[in-house]
Each structure stands twice: as C-alpha cells, then as structure tokens.
C-alpha cells in the first residue's frame, strides 16, 4: 500500500506563512511529479503547484511569486512553502504523486492523494 500523510496546516493571520509537507510511504520504486492542490467550500479542486523529479516547477498564476513547493527525493517528501497569504487562499490544501510500483513483473505508475490539511487565513 501506499500512504501520503501531509502536515503543516492551520490558522493564520492574513499576510503570514506556513509551510506543509507531504511524506510518502510503502511499497514504492519511485515518485514521479509531485504536487499540491486546493479545494475551497463552494469551488472545485485546483491545481496549486506541481514539481517534477528533476526538480522543474510550476505555479497556478494566483500563487506565483508567493508559494514555493520543494521535494526531498531522499525522503519522499514534497513540501509547500507559503508566504504573504490573503484570505482567498483558505481552503483544504491536498498533496498528491505520481507513484511507480512494481507488481513483480511490471512496473506501473498511479496517481495517489493524501487526506487533506486545512489552511485557513483570517483578514
């Protein structure tokens, strides 16, 4: 099995930071793309950051310039740093990788997610 477990999340006040992290775990080969998405009340699930395994990077255009995410391959751990946060950033904040495993004959690459963290930024 596979288990993403993300942590960081919370309260803060608009303006402030915070940082979650992403830890992946179980029987594993590898992690392809790794990425954050967001879903606030109301709205669909969106597309926050993504990184893939070399490192190359990118942003929603709402959070450029202010987020920045980060994987440690050594550790199978993605992380989101965020800074200057406003209110329009509340929401339940998702990690997900694309995870190859091997079955003993092939390997094959799924698509997991983790349970959710809540960010929320009061005004």
């Known amino acids: 099995q596979v288990q993403l477990v993300e942590s960081g999340g919370g309260l803060v006040q608009a303006g402030g930071s915070l940082r979650l992290s992403c830890a992946v775990s179980g029987s594993i080969v590898s992690i392809g793309a790794m990425g954050w998405y967001r879903q606030a009340p109301g709205k669909q699930r969106e597309q926050v950051a993504r990184?893939?395994?070399?490192?190359?990077?990118n942003y929603a255009d709402s959070v450029k310039g202010r987020f920045t995410i980060s994987r440690d391959n050594a550790k199978n751990t993605v992380y989101l740093q965020m800074s200057s946060l406003r209110p329009e950033d509340t929401a339940v904040y998702y990690c997900?990788?694309?995870?190859?495993?091997?079955?003993?004959?092939?390997?094959?690459?799924?698509?997991?997610w983790g349970q959710g963290t809540q960010v929320t930024v009061s005004s």
């Open positions: 997900n990788a694309d995870v190859i495993r091997n079955d003993g004959t092939n390997f094959y690459t799924n698509a997991y």
């Open positions: 990184v893939a395994y070399s490192g190359t990077t």
